[in-house]
């Protein structure tokens, strides 16, 4: 069965400094990696993915995320935080192929000005 | 082109009542997942439906129940709700039941069990 743990339930932030989300997951292969991002009241929104091939992803509103095999991780980075990233962010993993997706418990990121 | 659609917003109902949220997928979307995300967790699988069959089910009790129409809109049925049943609900769409293109997910209804 394929897991997903996300070590960090609330990170603050300063505007303008670095954000590193940690995703951990299990999984027997290399599963399908996503990010996602939900503010309040929202839906969710996709970050980046991963299905194969280069292990670091670029994703939109300036994120991106590494694939690190060797440690099962799939951390999420933005270099400069503005105030409108504040919002909840979900990892989730699936088979290769498969949308049944496992999510993680998410982790809430505050900015402070 | 509008995204997934789903009503109504906000539903209260009572334990034991019976509930049934709406989906609309994105328009040539043919498959419709549904997720519920209790407060605090991420979202949990409950159904994903493919040209009006079910084709995966998650670990939710008989009680949720869902179908998929030729228009491809769908509909999640829970009977003889609980208090635990209060939850987001979410719906996603894809284009196709597998591959590498991106689910997009509704907003979410939110069920209120009191």
């Known amino acids: 069965a394929q897991s997903v743990t996300q070590p960090d339930i609330h990170i603050t932030v300063s505007e303008g400094a670095s954000l590193e989300l940690r995703c951990n997951y299990s999984?027997?292969?290399?599963?399908?990696l996503f990010w996602y991002v939900q503010s309040p009241g929202q839906g969710l929104q996709l970050l980046l993915k991963?299905?194969?091939?280069?292990?670091l992803v670029q994703g939109i509103k300036g994120f991106e995320a590494e694939f690190k095999r060797s440690q099962s991780s799939f951390n999420l980075r933005k270099p400069s935080v503005h105030w409108s990233d504040a919002a909840e962010y979900f990892c989730a993993v699936g088979p290769p192929g498969d949308y049944k997706l496992s999510f993680g418990a998410g982790t809430t990121v505050t900015v402070r000005a | 082109d509008a995204g997934v659609t789903q009503s109504p917003t906000h539903l209260i109902k009572t334990r034991g009542q019976h509930v049934t949220l709406r989906c609309s997928p994105i328009?040539?979307?043919?498959?419709v997942s549904w997720y519920q995300q209790v407060l605090g967790q991420g979202p949990q699988f409950i159904f994903q439906?493919?040209?009006?069959?079910?084709?995966g089910r998650g670990n939710f009790p008989d009680r949720f129940s869902a179908r998929q129409f030729p228009n491809y809109s769908s509909e999640l049925n829970v009977n003889a709700l609980l208090l635990g049943d209060s939850a987001l609900y979410l719906c996603?769409?894809?284009?196709?039941?597998?591959?590498?293109?991106?689910?997009?997910f509704g907003p979410g209804t939110r069920l209120t069990v009191t």
């Open positions: 328009s040539g979307h043919k498959s």
């Open positions: 996603a769409s894809s284009f196709l039941l597998a591959g590498r293109d991106e689910q997009y």
């Open positions: 991963y299905f194969s091939g280069d292990t």
């Open positions: 439906y493919y040209e009006k069959e079910e084709r």
């Open positions: 999984y027997g292969a290399t599963p399908y």
